[in-house]
């Protein structure tokens, strides 16, 4: 009988706090996971800014937090595929290809990702000169020459930040212009280790073992150019992976779920935790903070329930 108190949604460090929070408070907890238990963190070669953790690989962390739900009682189960979803009864229940699995509160934690440049070559050289998150890989790259792809805020701000660590930083657009706010443009112009290539795009990362250039296209003339870089962050935006619950949840125009201070979403008994979450900032730390709010409040749910069983 595949019943429980709650459902947690996603396994990365959001979904797996949860699952933690849960399974020691007694409570009946099932994680589903689409693929591997871990999520986004397991692409990350190194974390050296987790709280009180020396430098360990993504996979350790993860492996650690998985280990620890499973040792309080959280039931896994992973590379399974959610084919429906119904969270409006009291009784939500999830559809997919390994049966239905019954709560009455679920944690929303799918995260998302990244959004890519397709590229063959980007795949290869992930985690091995190539990020999508300056803010935790930004101190690895101390004195070298770094790419920066993209025009919005989130990559004119990551590309001062980096000015930080790196040696120089070359901004890469597609445009002949920016999409973000015109202080955050006049902050990069006017630091002297930024350089730009407008209206042009990455056509190929280069390197065997780790990344030492890529070839940049000017789109107007076709002319191509090799840049030399041992580190690459690519900055044009990201996708949560929200698209199961769609139309269950509220969700805002760039499809994350819109929740309040204790992870409520619009549907009673529904939380959210981690990335499929409408904020600012996506990290670790902060996908763990969401995990813990989203089991306490689930919690404090489950409870309310029992009181008032109407």
């Given at each position: ?218 789109v107007p003339t076709g002319e191509t150019k090799r840049i030399d870089a041992t580190g690459a962050f690519v900055l044009i935006g990201y996708v949560p992976r929200t698209e199961s619950v769609a139309e269950c949840v ?61």
């Open positions: 009988m595949n019943d429980f108190d709650v459902l947690v949604l996603g396994g990365g460090p959001a979904g797996l706090s949860a699952a933690i929070y849960l399974a020691r408070g007694k409570r009946r907890v099932c994680l589903l996971d689409r693929g591997t238990v871990g999520g986004q963190v397991l692409l990350t070669h190194a974390v050296a800014n987790y709280p009180g953790i020396p430098e360990r690989s993504g996979y350790e962390i993860a492996a650690a937090m998985r280990a620890q739900a499973v040792e309080f009682g959280c039931e896994i189960v992973s590379n399974v595929t959610i084919e429906s979803v119904d969270l409006r009864p009291d009784t939500k229940s999830i559809h997919t290809a390994k049966g239905v699995y019954t709560a009455r509160a679920v944690v929303l934690a799918m995260g998302g990702a990244p959004r890519t440049l397709e590229l063959e070559s980007e795949a290869r050289l992930q985690g091995r000169g190539i990020s999508y998150c300056a803010t935790c890989d930004g101190d690895f790259f101390q004195d070298q020459d770094i790419l920066v792809v993209g025009g919005g805020n989130s990559a004119l701000e990551e590309a001062v930040a980096l000015t930080k660590y790196a040696s120089s930083v070359t901004v890469v657009h597609q445009f002949d212009h920016f999409q973000a706010y015109a202080h955050a443009v006049a902050e990069a112009q006017n630091n002297h280790r930024i350089s730009f290539r407008m209206e042009s795009v990455v056509e190929e990362f280069v390197g065997d073992d780790t990344l030492t250039g890529a070839v940049i296209r000017h509220v969700i805002n125009e760039r499809g994350e779920i819109v929740a309040d201070e204790a992870m409520a979403t619009s549907v009673p008994g529904v939380f959210v935790a981690g990335d499929a979450r409408a904020k600012r900032y996506r990290q670790i730390t902060t996908a763990v903070g969401d995990g813990t709010i989203a089991a306490l409040s689930a919690m404090e749910y489950l409870e309310a329930k029992l009181r008032s069983p109407a």
